[in-house]
């Protein structure tokens, strides 16, 4: 299951979040609000930055809406 960073108040998470709500696809959020998952985020992705998506999948992890709909339009 795709697992995307977010932060509640990011309209680029927002807009990224429409993309997969509209499109039926299923993903975990996970909101940087919480410490722990901030942690995470810059563990893996090397800064705090959102929206950030991770597809253990397909081994994909990216920041930047735009291109995290090109590559959700792929799946």
Do not use: A, R, W
């Amino acid at each position: 299951m795709l697992e995307l960073f977010i932060k509640d108040t990011c309209p680029y998470c927002h807009k990224v979040m429409e993309y997969l709500d509209e499109n039926n696809i299923p993903y975990k959020k996970i909101d940087v609000k919480d410490k722990l998952n901030e942690e995470v985020l810059l563990k893996i992705g090397g800064k705090v930055q959102v929206p950030f998506l991770v597809d253990k999948e397909n081994n994909i992890e990216m920041y930047e809406s735009y291109d995290i709909i090109e590559y959700l339009k792929t799946l």
